[in-house]
């Protein structure tokens, strides 16, 4: 399977130019193959905040280079790093964070909208398709702050999902959710990663929830601890 | 732009009660601007208007010597100048009006009436029965020398002057100018009345002239005679004549000037800092949509929508609250304070709202650029 996205020697300090400056990250070398479905654990203060805002694109490495697919993510400006967010890349946060002032259907298609592309047809009935295979097909036009957190989870999935990312990055997604919610959203990804072949990264603290991912990574002061793959099964 | 400006808008419609906190407060700032404008301004065109609005706001003439030739001069005068509204010929004489036992000093003045009427405004201030003189020896009176000399329309009064011939005159009727100086004093008749007795011939004493911009008086229009008639000829204005009126009128300009920067700055503090506010309250929203890739630029955008949103409707309703107050304050004060009211100023005041909320907006939109999306989605 190919890489989609590799990350090489990462490197991060916070503070680099003032007296005390903290390392969080030490030469982290991260391979990831396409439509594979991972999970990076470690405990808070392990350095795996920092890792999913580098692999998202949101904070750059003090040394070291992220590839996607090809490409050189640091020779990036913000603004082309701004818009590869937006093409291949999906989001999923664990305070939801939907926006509260649009209905369902408009979050899900915001990303899109982010892109400046014309809403088509087809674009509509993909966004209604995604509230389908969340279960949140008669949702639609609920304004995000009327639905329940499990519901705006889903949204927030649907609308992950809606620019056909490669990669979507999901931190703590379970985090706030009942254990029955937590196991019905993690099914849903898994169902998504299966049909859509999206690649997963899931983050999290709950190993019982990256115990269900086929590759299990574990960040310990800064490093990779641990790395291990599942058999996959066919 | 489109999805910025959609945004915009829900994130005001999300929060309404700030909303229209906002618009009022810029409606208050506006209202405050007409009505403060609209008074002073017609404060000062009343003040104007009744000072300098029945007189020669720019006269010529030749010391010691009358102007000969006027028709041309004023031809001349005329194409020097787009300011003049209207230009006038004047003679001037003195003497005595002579009325049985009664006599009174008073200023004979002849006019040419077509023209002087737009200067002096003959017709609205005649009382009752009195006509323009259209004969020569006809005259017009100042409505205390009705009483001082004993005289009524269609009588006869005779005019005696020091240097030249008398003369009997026909009284055709009375003006009222509201200054007892001009009602004591001037008598108003023909230009040939006045010519024929003092026998020089086809001349003149004064050319007078009013303007469309009163204010450029000294400095434009003053020049721009100057520059094309012989130097023997004096140009005085009523600006070098009223210099403390002037700078009454200067002061009054001023104040009204500050009132509305006053306003103006008081306007864009309260915008900025509660849409400074706002950056802080949608921050969480401003973190996501910039994960989901929005660019800087439009993350700004929705700012200055909304700043240009606020200004908008806080203008309109800044207007009919505006306009509302000075009908209310011209309705029901009872005073009799002119009013000066016209669409250029209100459009000014809007626009001046308008702009100013864009430039209040500027300070968030500036900041929401440097919002952290790690900080703000880790922190919740």
Same mark, same amino acid.
């Given at each position: 399977?190919?890489?989609?996205?590799?990350?090489?020697?990462?490197?991060?300090?916070?503070?680099?130019?003032? =007296?005390?400056?903290?390392?969080?990250?030490?030469?982290?070398?991260?391979?990831?193959?396409?439509?594979?479905?991972?999970?990076?654990?470690?405990?808070?203060?392990?350095?795996?905040?920092?890792?999913?805002?580098?692999?998202?694109?949101?904070?750059?490495?003090?040394?070291?280079?992220?590839? +996607?697919?090809?490409?050189?993510?640091?020779?990036?400006?913000?603004?082309?790093?701004?818009?590869?967010?937006?093409?291949?890349?999906? +989001?999923?946060?664990?305070?939801?964070?939907?926006?509260?002032?649009?209905?369902?259907?408009?979050?899900?298609?915001?990303?899109?909208?982010?892109?400046?592309?014309?809403?088509?047809?087809?674009?509509?009935?993909?966004?209604?398709?995604?509230?389908?295979?969340?279960?949140?097909?008669?949702?639609?036009?609920?304004?995000?702050?009327?639905?329940?957190?499990?519901?705006?989870?889903?949204?927030?999935?649907?609308?992950?999902?809606?620019?056909?990312?490669?990669?979507?990055?999901?931190?703590?997604?379970?985090?706030?959710?009942?254990?029955?919610?937590?196991?019905?959203?993690?099914?849903?990804?898994?169902?998504?990663?299966? =049909? +859509?072949?999206?690649?997963?990264?899931?983050?999290?603290?709950?190993?019982?929830?990256?115990? =269900?991912?086929?590759?299990?990574?574990?960040?310990?002061?800064?490093?990779?601890?641990?790395?291990?793959?599942?058999? =996959?099964?066919? | 732009?489109?999805?910025?400006?959609?945004?915009?808008?829900?994130?005001?419609?999300?929060?309404?009660?700030?909303?229209i906190?906002i618009i009022l407060g810029i409606a208050v700032g506006v209202s405050v601007q007409v009505f403060i404008g609209a008074l002073i301004a017609g404060l000062q065109d009343s003040l104007v208007n009744t000072t300098i609005g029945s007189r020669s706001q720019?006269?010529?003439?030749?010391?010691?010597?009358?102007?000969?030739?006027?028709?041309?001069?004023?031809?001349?005068?005329?194409?020097?100048?787009e300011n003049i509204r209207v230009?006038?010929?004047?003679?001037?004489?003195?003497?005595?009006?002579?009325?049985?036992?009664?006599?009174?000093?008073?200023?004979?003045?002849?006019?040419?009436?077509?023209?002087?009427d737009n200067i002096y405004k003959l017709t609205e201030k005649?009382?009752?029965?009195?006509?323009?003189?259209?004969?020569?020896?006809?005259?017009?009176?100042?409505?205390?020398?009705?009483?001082?000399?004993?005289?009524?329309?269609?009588?006869?009064?005779?005019?005696?002057?020091?240097?030249?011939?008398?003369?009997?005159?026909?009284?055709?009727?009375?003006?009222?100018f509201e200054v007892?100086?001009?009602?004591?004093?001037?008598?108003?008749?023909?230009?040939?009345?006045?010519?024929?007795?003092?026998?020089?011939?086809?001349?003149?004493?004064?050319?007078?002239m009013q303007l469309n911009e009163v204010f450029d008086a000294e400095d434009f229009t003053?020049?721009?005679?100057?520059?094309?008639?012989?130097?023997?000829?004096?140009?005085?204005?009523w600006i070098?004549?009223n210099?403390s009126l002037l700078s009454g009128l200067q002061g009054q300009s001023i104040s009204s000037l500050m009132i509305q920067i006053f306003v103006i700055v008081s306007v864009v503090l309260g915008i900025?800092?509660?849409?400074?506010?706002?950056?802080?309250?949608?921050?969480?929203?401003?973190?996501?949509?910039?994960?989901?890739?929005?660019?800087?630029?439009?993350?700004?955008?929705?700012?200055?929508?909304?700043g240009l949103l606020l200004g908008i409707f806080g203008a309109i309703v800044g207007l009919l609250l505006g306009i509302g107050l000075l009908y209310a304050f011209t309705t029901f004060s009872g005073t009799d304070i002119p009013i000066s009211f016209d669409l250029g100023f209100l459009a000014l005041s809007a626009g001046i709202a308008i702009a100013a909320s864009m430039i209040a907006?500027?300070?968030?939109?500036?900041?929401?650029?440097?919002?952290?999306?790690?900080?703000?989605?880790?922190?919740?």
């Open positions: 399977m190919a890489s989609i996205l590799s990350l090489r020697k990462i490197n991060k300090t916070y503070g680099e130019n003032t =007296k005390n400056p903290t390392k969080v990250l030490f030469d982290v070398d991260l391979e990831f193959e396409e439509s594979s479905f991972n999970s990076i654990i470690g405990q808070s203060g392990s350095g795996k905040s920092t890792l999913l805002n580098i692999i998202g694109s949101l904070d750059r490495p003090t040394s070291g280079n992220i590839y +996607f697919k090809e490409e050189d993510l640091g020779k990036l400006s913000n603004k082309q790093l701004a818009e590869f967010r937006n093409r291949s890349l999906g +989001f999923i946060f664990q305070f939801h964070y939907l926006l509260p002032e649009f209905t369902a259907m408009e979050n899900v298609l915001m990303p899109y909208r982010i892109s400046k592309k014309e809403i088509t047809e087809d674009v509509t009935s993909r966004a209604e398709e995604l509230l389908d295979i969340v279960g949140l097909g008669n949702f639609k036009h609920k304004l995000a702050t009327n639905l329940s957190g499990g519901q705006q989870q889903r949204v927030a999935i649907a609308r992950s999902l809606i620019n056909n990312p490669s990669i979507v990055l999901a931190d703590e997604p379970t985090g706030n959710l009942d254990s029955d919610t937590t196991e019905k959203v993690y099914e849903l990804l898994r169902d998504i990663n299966k =049909k +859509f072949k999206t690649t997963f990264i899931i983050i999290t603290h709950d190993r019982t929830v990256a115990e =269900k991912t086929d590759r299990v990574i574990e960040i310990k002061d800064g490093k990779v601890y641990l790395d291990i793959s599942k058999q =996959k099964t066919l | 732009m489109k999805l910025a400006f959609q945004i915009a808008k829900r994130f005001l419609l999300a929060s309404k009660r700030q909303t906190v720019i006269t010529i003439n030749i010391e010691d010597e009358y102007i000969t030739g006027y028709n041309e001069l004023i031809d001349t005068i005329k194409d020097s100048s230009i006038t010929p004047t003679i001037t004489t003195s003497g005595s009006l002579i009325k049985n036992s009664n006599s009174e000093i008073i200023v004979l003045r002849g006019f040419e009436f077509d023209s002087a005649l009382t009752e029965g009195s006509t323009l003189p259209d004969e020569d020896n006809e005259i017009l009176l100042g409505i205390n020398l009705k009483e001082n000399l004993g005289i009524d329309i269609g009588d006869t009064v005779e005019f005696d002057s020091a240097i030249y011939d008398n003369r009997d005159f026909k009284v055709v009727g009375f003006f009222d007892n100086e001009i009602n004591n004093t001037w008598t108003i008749s023909t230009i040939n009345t006045v010519q024929a007795i003092i026998e020089q011939g086809d001349v003149v004493g004064n050319i007078e003053k020049t721009e005679i100057a520059k094309n008639i012989d130097n023997k000829y004096n140009i005085s204005t070098s004549e210099e900025s800092s509660t849409l400074a506010i706002t950056v802080l309250q949608k921050s969480k929203q401003l973190g996501i949509l910039k994960a989901m890739g929005i660019q800087d630029s439009d993350a700004s955008l929705i700012f200055l929508f909304e907006a500027l300070i968030p939109a500036l900041k929401s650029r440097k919002l952290s999306v790690i900080e703000v989605i880790r922190n919740g």
